[in-house]
């Protein structure tokens, strides 16, 4: 399946707890080498429910993997792309998330994670 670019009027909203909103969740692993997952859900009217894994492991590439739950259809793919992008993104997203966490705004990654996505989307269909 070939993934389109995605905004958030695109976003499906149901008023359903776990389901309704875009969630993430970062992963930041240093053990015997770095593993930094950024994983996040959401729903489109058009294509279903995504679940998309944005992974850097220390080389100079990343990779997002992508599933897309449809009715009883299910897409994967898997993207590399630049670490730099990833670099850029999950600088966004810690510095949204601590300003955040230094007022009283509640942290929402919904217009990073569409950005980072559709980044990626892009470099990939520029090849």
Known sequence: ??????????????????????YSKLILTDTDWMDYKLITKFTTKKYGQFHIVFEFFGADFSIMNVKCIKGQKTCKSEYTFSTDIFQKYIVRYLSAQIAACRSDDVFYAEPIILDFYNQVIKQHYQK
Not at 2 to 19: M, P, R, V
């Open 1 to 22: 399946m070939i993934f389109a670019e995605i905004k958030a009027q695109d976003l499906s909203y149901t008023n359903t707890y776990g389901s309704d909103r875009l």
